[in-house]
C-alpha cells in the first residue's frame, strides 16, 4: 500500500474506494489488491478503486 497509481495534473481521475488523493492529485493504494477503473454519477467521473482480494 502507498503505492502511486496515478500522477496528474488537476483532478482527470477521482479517488474511489481504498485510494487517497495527494495534494498535488497523485492518486495512492491504500490497500493491497486490484486496480479498478469505473465511470459513474452524473457527470461520467473516471473512478479508480482498489478491490481487496
Known amino acids: 500500500d502507498g503505492s502511486i497509481i496515478v500522477r496528474q495534473?488537476?483532478?482527470k481521475f477521482h479517488a474511489g474506494t481504498n485510494v487517497g488523493c495527494g495534494r498535488d492529485h497523485t492518486l495512492f493504494a491504500k490497500a493491497d489488491g486490484k486496480v479498478k477503473f469505473e465511470v459513474k454519477g452524473p457527470k461520467n467521473r473516471k473512478y479508480?478503486?482498489?478491490v481487496a482480494e
Open 9 to 11: 495534473r488537476g483532478t
Open 48 to 50: 479508480i478503486s482498489i
